[in-house]
């Protein structure tokens, strides 16, 4: 077996507590106290070890997908092989173009680009072209939803002090719009991400309501999340930016809105799609009407390789950050955030491991 073929591919369930200074949202009906990732580990036969993440809201359905159908299709291939993923993606295509498969995949994609990497000894953003920027700013994304104007004045207030400077909210309301916007004051950009509240009826009076607290952008604002013709509509009316992606059906039908400049930003999570498709789209976008601005919500590698991904990429744009208390910060030594910016790591591959803890599976549960 060559030195380079893979011997195993892992799923490890990153379930990692955390504390929003206000009761658990719901998440799915139920309680939300933990975000959950899983970490994917990736060994090749001469000892080398690269990782990914994966979209996970099921522990137990993601590991049996890594373990029935990724590992299997993926043991004793060539890790450097272009056309693994795409032969894959095409031998399972048949259990759904989204959802768990899609997900896992996409973390054995970033795990493959980790491996690509450092096995040329070279940080990953060398292979998307070069870094055109040191250091990516990051703004703090407040959980959904706080409701009430005193904990998002709290809330908004904190995240200022901590040296963020742009702010999004996870909410549906012009009320508290309002209250993000006399903590943060003018001139502050605050996005407004929806969750796909409104049908497309629904939308415009909801939006001219939040339009004098100045959103920077509404993100989501429609279901259907890929109704490209009504948000097309919207765009065109609201007369504010919208922005899409983090549960865009398929890559390609992002790609598409990018390309008919559907919305002012595409948002590809590299964790439901993969950095490959989210690179694309990146590239798609280049310097033209529409901008990526990659979905980040989750702290494992697909945090790293969406910041190697704004690095390269022409427009600036700032990395999305889940403002929250974490019982672990996975990279917080190693690719800290400091005062509302984080550095670009220059280390082979994604330029940092997983804590030890991490993966040991110390945060599965």
């Known amino acids: 077996m060559p030195a380079n073929a893979i011997v195993s591919v892992e799923c490890i369930p990153m379930r990692l507590p955390f504390h929003h200074w206000s009761p658990p ?3 799915a009906g139920r309680p939300r106290d933990k975000l959950d990732s899983a970490l994917v580990r990736v060994r090749t036969e001469d000892g080398a070890v690269a990782w990914g993440e994966s979209y996970c809201v099921e522990p137990r359905a993601l590991t049996a997908i890594f ?29 759904g173009r989204s959802g768990p498969v899609v997900h896992a995949l996409a ?8 491996l690509r990497a450092k096995r040329a000894g070279v940080p990953l953003h060398e292979l998307l072209g070069g870094k055109r920027r040191d250091r990516v700013r ?18 908004t207030t904190r995240a200022l002090d901590e040296g963020y400077t742009e702010i999004k909210l996870h909410e549906r309301t012009a009320g508290a719009l309002a209250a993000a916007r006399r903590a943060a004051g003018p001139g502050v950009p605050i996005m407004v991400d929806t969750n796909c509240a409104w049908l497309p009826d629904e939308a415009p009076a909801v939006i001219a309501a939040m ?78 009407a529409v ?56 280390g082979p591959g994604l330029g940092a491991d997983p804590e030890a803890a991490l993966a040991a599976g110390q945060y599965s549960h």
């Open 211 to 288: 339009a004098p607290h100045d959103p920077f952008w509404i993100e989501e604002p429609l279901w259907t999340p890929e109704d490209d013709r009504a948000l097309a509509r919207l765009k065109e009316t609201c007369g504010i930016a919208l922005a899409v992606g983090e549960n865009a059906a398929n890559a390609l039908a992002l790609e598409r809105m990018a390309e008919d400049a559907v919305v002012q930003y595409v948002q590809p999570s590299v964790i439901k799609l993969g950095l490959s498709a989210a690179w694309r789209i990146a590239q798609r976008c280049g310097d033209g």
């Open 67 to 95: 373990e029935t159908l990724i590992e299997p299709l993926a043991r004793g291939k060539d890790g450097d092989d272009a056309t693994l993923l795409p032969t894959m993606q095409r031998a399972l295509h048949n259990l």
């Open 138 to 155: 990051v703004y703090a994304s407040l959980l959904q939803y706080y409701g009430d104007a005193g904990k998002l004045d709290a809330v």
């Open 107 to 114: 973390g054995l994609d970033i795990a493959l680009w980790d």
């Open 291 to 346: 901008t990526c601005a990659p979905q980040v919500a989750f702290f494992g590698p697909g945090y790293l390789a969406s910041l190697h991904l704004i690095a390269a990429q022409q427009k600036e744009v700032a990395l999305e950050r889940l403002y929250v208390e974490l019982a672990h910060v996975p990279y917080g030594l190693s690719v800290p955030i400091e005062k509302g910016w984080v550095r670009v790591p220059d």
């Open 25 to 27: 949202p719901l998440f």
